[in-house]
């Protein structure tokens, strides 16, 4: 419209105020319902800037207000009382140069219109009164074709994440409702992989754990509803982690759905609870006063499940009443899913010997040179060469309740209640060449023949063999994670300048896996061949896989594992207005993290003929069909005990870890100019004592006994920031600051296993005297901001850690490792010496990098096309850190580091419907140091591609088609930086949604 000469534009709006007044009834509703609600807002804003005091009448009554008035612009006053939301804009507006102008959902303030257009819009007739409460004096009319219409939707939710990003004192990237309801996301990790330096890595074919600037998922912290928060859940792949004691969130547990906004900060202050070096992620919740009235939603969604086939549901409801001062809400999700994932794995790489009779007359004599060890040129052979299959029935339900209550007095309370239930039903089949005689070692002197091979360099890439005994595998397990929450939190003034803000709260994170069961089949003296690496890994059988009189009973193993974390926290903090420009935060908090857990096994062998398995063939995707048990049949048979106790315990995995955290920190915020420059900074200072007890046992395989150490650290964490407007929409960002990471909890536990010999020995251990990682960082960014349509930003950022944790062999004598003298041989002391494999604080790493992003609406392109816009950025990190191979250091780059990673997203509105393409590419990670001389293991980089359209069949009801993963993109897995050798890739299928979303 903004094309239309002024004659064209008045015309339009008569006809455009002609075909409202017309409307029918249904639609007059739709209208109405779009109008901010009538309701009074409890309003105590200090002196200060326009911008800040109108983001805070936006929050606390739930009512849209977009601005684009200037930074500097100042309220002489503060303003206290009870108002009508367009009251409290008069109040905080008055005697300013701006304009106000209610518009479908909300307000519209802007820097005034010229005297001579305001005069003669105000000649046309009075604006009506906000709220339908009688205003002492009208509001300023603002030029209704100089500033662009309200929408709603997906653009939307875009502006005011932009607006969040702009306000803030901190560098940090925001997601909102809007955004991550209706865009094809599962979880949360789904949603943030859009926002700039945020990759994801993925299991059952959603996103599971985060990593942010190169930093990965143990330096990412995640706070929920404000307290930091830790939920574990496990992958079905061996291959990637399973169950594991790490501090990795898994935002898996989460529906995206229940969330009203993410924030991603980057940088630290010394007034936030320290941790995160990479990164802080923020989940907020939903609560009643985050709307200006009440809500009904109902929403019912259909998918299909990719390679598993079948439809799954998943249904989203809330319920939501509010008045002036209390507010109360109630929202759950469930779904449920089905997964299948399949491909091609090989166990590992290993250095392979081959005994003289086990290399066939078709291998030359250059090659059975080297697979002999004669020619001292090394060979690396696959292990296992695997077709395997994971499939996952899971279901996901999320509850969340909030109380919200504000008085006139300014007293603010909410609570927010969370509990989360992921549970997983998870099968793996699998057929490899890993039986009796199999290739699963890196000696091959049984009745394997290897009759012809091929050697690219020294990776033996493929082979023909006979005589080798195959393995089929069936294992069933069943895990679920409960996950447990209340905050409350106090906001209260205490005078005209001074307030104070308390939080409580309490998270606890419940992983039991009670059913993990495996049995195994075996076929000898097969043949087979395979290509074990490369982009089309296969094998070819000379046997008929599916004969189930080829196959007979070998082992039976079973396995339990439970993971708790638990975390406490409380927090108090005064915030004293000392003068219009200068602001000081003092404040304590206290936190608690514990973490218990245990990993049980027990294994049973069968000999040939000496047990009957029951048997059936593989029901599930594969790339082969095969003979594989049945599993309740089979235990029934061989009566093997499939309940574990404490006594099964697998030596070094039962320990607990308990953190206590002190701080105190105070942060002096500053308003200033910088010659006629507007400048906003703060400083500040933090003290951290950090108090952790790791109690274990050790075990020789005989024996057990406890083991309990302490540790205690301190730390002076300093932060500064400061944001400087060079034009008024041009902002420089800077930022400094020192922070700490604590170890992962494996790394921190008490546990041993030892192997003693009468020579010495072996032991194996965590460190509880682990120092924490340190990291200084430095960050810059330049944001340009282009009204509401959209922004561009570049930043660069540098963090240097002092010591980073890699794991060593060291010799040293057994009384200094603090075990007791109980496992040394008879006539040993305390000075024989042990191979001890330990973490250690290493030497420091750094990682630096860049970003860049821009978010556009494309109003200027001709119509249709105008309802396009775009969303893209792009992220370089690079760090490295020393790893230690064969008593040799090695730079390699940093745990879970993508050296390129970024998205995009093509979005379109129109009249009454949305639509939007996003891709999203994270390039080559590492993910593990790798074994047996191969240097690291690694995830290959990729790119998904997601689709959602959005079309509104009546005022209250939406309909939706979501499509996912639409390049059925590989997960590639391979060790060794240079030989890339296979170990694992998978797909699991593409998803698609049909769904409607009613809210009345």
Excluded: C
């Excluded at 061996?238 to 547990?253: E, I, P």
């Amino acid at each position: 419209m903004s094309s239309l000469p002024t004659g064209g534009r008045l015309r339009a709006v008569l006809i455009l105020s002609g075909f409202v007044l017309a409307l029918p009834p249904a639609a007059a509703r739709a209208r109405d319902a779009a109008m901010p609600r009538a309701g009074t807002v409890s309003l105590h804003v200090p002196a200060g800037r326009l911008a800040e005091a109108l983001a805070e009448i936006s929050r606390r009554s739930g009512v849209q207000i977009v601005t684009s008035v200037p930074a500097d612009l100042r309220i002489a006053h503060p303003v206290r009382g009870r108002f009508a939301v367009g009251e409290a804009i008069r109040q905080v507006t008055q005697g300013l140069p701006v304009a106000v102008r209610q518009v479908p959902g909300g307000y519209l303030v802007t820097p005034s219109a010229p005297t001579s257009l305001a005069a003669s819009l105000a000649a046309s007739g009075p604006v009506p009164p906000p709220d339908g409460q009688a205003s002492p004096q009208p509001l300023a009319i603002a030029d209704p074709f100089t500033q662009p219409i309200v929408v709603t939707g997906y653009r939307e939710s875009l502006r005011q994440a932009m607006a969040v990003k702009r306000s803030a004192r901190a560098i940090l990237e925001a997601t909102r409702a809007e955004d991550i309801a209706a865009f094809p996301d599962h979880n949360a990790a789904d949603a943030l992989q859009r926002l700039p330096g945020v990759a994801i890595s993925r299991d059952n074919g959603e996103g599971r754990q985060i990593s942010v600037r190169g930093l990965g998922p143990l330096f990412t912290r995640t706070t929920l509803n404000g307290i930091e928060a830790l939920a574990t859940t496990a992958s079905g792949m061996d291959n990637r982690g399973s169950a594991s004691r790490q501090r990795k969130f898994d935002y898996s547990v989460f529906d995206a759905g229940l969330f009203s906004g993410v924030e991603v900060r980057k940088t630290w202050s010394a007034d936030r609870d320290a941790g995160g070096i990479g990164g802080t992620v923020a989940l907020h919740t939903l609560r009643p006063f985050d709307r200006p009235g009440n809500v009904t939603l109902l929403s019912l969604q259909g998918r299909t499940s990719g390679d598993a086939g079948g439809v799954t549901p998943q249904l989203t409801a809330e319920l939501s009443r509010r008045n002036d001062r209390w507010g109360a809400l109630i929202a759950m999700s469930y779904s449920r899913n089905r997964v299948t994932e399949y491909g091609y794995r090989n166990w590992d790489w290993v250095p392979v010997t081959f005994g003289a009779d086990t290399i066939g007359p078709g291998v030359s004599a250059e090659d059975r040179a080297r697979l002999t060890g004669a020619s001292g040129d090394p060979v690396y052979m696959s292990r296992g060469q695997t077709y395997s299959t994971w499939t996952n029935r899971f279901e996901r339900m999320n509850l969340i309740a909030a109380f919200e209550h504000e008085d006139d007095d300014g007293l603010h309370l909410t609570l927010d209640l969370i509990h989360a239930r992921l549970a997983n039903h998870r099968g793996e089949y699998s057929l490899a060449a890993a039986g009796t005689n199999g290739l699963t070692s890196g000696t091959v002197d049984g009745t394997q023949v290897l009759n012809s091979v091929r050697i690219a360099g020294d990776t033996m890439v493929a082979a023909d063999f006979s005589g080798v005994d195959m393995r089929s595998e069936r294992k069933v397990t069943e895990d679920h994670t409960d996950f447990n929450q209340a905050v409350l939190a106090l906001q209260r003034p205490l005078g005209e300048s001074t307030r104070i803000e308390a939080r409580l709260g309490y998270a606890r994170s419940d992983f039991e896996e009670p059913v993990f069961d495996k049995v195994f089949l075996q076929s000898t003296g097969q043949s087979f061949s395979y290509v074990a690496t490369g982009r089309h890994p296969h094998n070819r059988y000379a046997f008929d896989l599916a004969d189930a009189g080829s196959w007979d009973l070998m082992r039976a193993d079973v396995r339990e594992d439970a993971i708790v974390n638990d975390n406490a926290a409380a927090r108090l903090e005064v915030i004293r207005r000392l003068a219009p420009h200068i602001e000081l935060r003092v404040g304590a908090s206290f936190r608690h993290y514990g973490n218990d857990g245990y990993e049980r096994r027990v294994s049973a062998d069968y000999r040939s003929g000496s047990a009957a398995a029951a048997t059936g063939l593989i029901d599930a995707r594969s790339l082969a069909r095969y003979v594989v048990a049945d599993l309740d049949a089979t235990f029934a048979r061989i009566g093997q005990s499939r309940d574990l106790t404490a006594a099964d315990d697998l030596p070094g995995t039962a320990y607990r870890v308990r953190e206590n955290a002190y701080a105190a920190f105070a942060l002096a915020q500053f308003d200033l100019t910088l010659g006629t420059l507007p400048l906003d900074a703060e400083l500040g200072l933090q003290y951290l004592r950090m108090d952790t007890r790791s109690a274990g046992e050790a075990s020789d395989d005989t024996t057990l006994v406890s083991v309990v150490q302490h540790s205690r650290h301190g730390a002076w964490l300093p932060s500064l920031q400061a944001r400087l407007d060079l034009a008024k929409d041009l902002r420089l960002r800077f930022a400094a600051n020192r922070n700490l990471n604590q170890p992962d909890v494996a790394d921190l536990r008490a546990a041993a296993s030892v192997n003693s010999t009468p020579f010495g020995g072996t032991v194996e251990t965590g460190n509880p005297a682990l120092r924490p990682f340190r990291a200084t960082a430095l960050d810059l960014s330049v944001e340009r901001y282009m009204g509401r349509d959209g922004y561009a930003s570049l930043g660069l950022f540098y963090k240097r850690m002092d010591s980073f944790i890699t794991s060593e062999t060291t010799v040293m004598a057994y009384s200094e490792t603090g075990l007791p003298l109980a496992f040394l041989y008879d006539g040993l002391d305390g000075t024989a010496l042990y191979n001890v494999v330990r973490p250690l604080n290493g030497k420091g790493a750094s990682i630096r990098g860049a970003e860049a992003a821009i978010q556009r609406d494309l109003h200027f392109l001709p119509a249709p096309f105008d309802g396009l816009g775009v969303q893209a950025n792009l992220t370089f990190a690079a760090g490295r850190s020393e790893v230690i191979y064969d008593g040799k250091a090695v730079q390699l780059p940093l745990i879970d580091l993508s050296r390129w990673s970024g998205n995009a997203t093509l979005y379109y509105t129109g009249r009454g419907w949305d639509a939007r393409l996003a891709a999203a590419w994270r390039g080559t990670y590492r993910i593990d140091i790798g074994n047996n001389g191969n240097i690291g293991e690694w995830i290959e980089g990729g790119m998904t591609l997601d689709f959602a359209a959005h079309l509104r069949v009546t005022a209250a009801m939406q309909a939706s088609f979501e499509a996912r993963n639409l390049t059925d993109a590989a997960i590639t897995q391979y060790t060794d930086r240079d030989a890339h050798r296979l170990l694992a890739r998978t797909r699991s299928g593409r998803i698609f949604a049909l769904g409607l979303r009613s809210a009345f």
